[in-house]
């Protein structure tokens, strides 16, 4: 089993449309501006199947996902709350893209920064999927980090 477009659409429903209520669209054709300020948070997968996954949200998005997550008034919460829920996103889809595949399989710690311009995984090619979440932009990308793969 290889984890396809399909298959994240549906991680990344679960997690927003029914974990956290925030509708959610896969934006085929859409563009993320990397020049934003956002918060990027990226885990890997090691064992069967070596798999980077990485979730960047703008503040913007980052903060509606953080508030919601943990039922916040608007502009109440610290930096590290809204960095630790981006965290916790992307530990989420990390452990249902883990749960994929037959066999002994570790999910690292999630790392999580703020960043602006493009990152240093972006040019290392992967998959990368544009969502809508309650009228908000996000990024998703996977690459399998095998060394056959890479």
């Not at 934003?36 to 903060?63: D, F, K, N």
Request: glycine share 8%; with cysteine; net charge negative.
């Amino acid at each position: 089993m290889e984890l396809d477009t399909s298959t994240m659409n549906q991680f990344v429903s679960n997690v927003f449309d029914e974990m956290f209520g925030l509708p959610t669209e896969h934006l085929a054709s859409a563009q993320f501006d990397v020049n934003q300020p956002r918060i990027v948070a990226c885990i890997r997968i090691s064992g069967v199947v070596e798999e980077l996954i990485v979730v960047e949200a703008p503040v913007a998005t980052a903060c509606l996902i953080s508030e919601t997550m943990f039922d916040a008034d608007p502009g109440t919460l610290e930096a590290e709350e809204i960095r630790d829920a981006i965290g916790e996103v992307v530990n989420i889809i990390g452990g249902n893209v883990k749960g994929m595949y037959e066999g002994e399989s570790q999910l690292s710690l999630p790392c999580v920064s703020e960043e602006t311009g493009t990152t240093e995984t972006e040019s290392d090619g992967g998959v990368n999927m544009v969502f809508d979440v309650a009228g908000q932009p996000m990024l998703v990308r996977w690459q399998n980090m095998s060394p056959a793969a890479v």
